[in-house]
């Protein structure tokens, strides 16, 4: 197995524990707090997706997909804790965004030569990944590390055990 391929599974991995977690979750589930203070879903999968795009645009300038009118204010960290409802999207959005930068993603990554991913990664992410290739991997380690705040909102709504 090579490099480009650890990665896509990691990303691959990522991506298949999240819609696990989503599938059988409705639209208004994505907006429960499972406590006072925490992030609800629909938070979560957008600050994902402004992250995956961050990333992705610290490796290359233009290379992440536009995101709809009002994303990012609707997913900054000041929204986080708004009790307002409005402004987030429903499940199939989400997802459908999320494929788009994911797709960008993978698109970036075939882009690059074994030299490329081991070259400095973007300044602003050195401190957690110093290398374009370890951008890659937290991008895929950052949604599995979300996917865990996800099970306790499902668990927080009765659902089953699917992973």
Not at 87 to 105: H, N, W
Not at 111 to 138: H, I, N, W
Request: aromatic letters at 4%; charged letters at 25%; a negative charge.
């Amino acid at each position: 197995m090579k490099v480009h391929d650890v990665l896509i599974s990691m990303l691959n991995t990522a991506r298949y524990i999240t819609t696990t977690y989503l599938a059988d979750l409705s639209d208004e589930e994505l907006l429960v707090r499972p406590v006072p203070g925490a992030h609800h879903i629909a938070w979560q999968l957008g600050h994902l997706i402004l992250s995956e795009c961050s990333m992705l645009e610290g490796i290359k300038a233009g290379s992440a997909p536009q995101l709809p009118e009002g994303f990012e204010v609707n997913h900054s960290k000041e929204a986080a804790h708004s009790d307002r409802l409005d402004g987030y999207l429903s499940k199939d959005a989400y997802l459908g965004i999320m494929g788009r930068v994911r797709e960008a993603t993978r698109l970036q990554l075939e882009e690059c030569s074994e030299q490329r991913l081991d070259e400095l990664g973007p300044e602003a992410l050195r401190s957690y990944a110093p290398t374009v290739g370890s951008v890659f991997l937290m991008i895929g380690s950052h949604e599995v590390m979300h996917s865990g705040q996800l099970a306790v909102v499902r668990r927080a709504l009765g659902k089953k055990v699917v992973i």
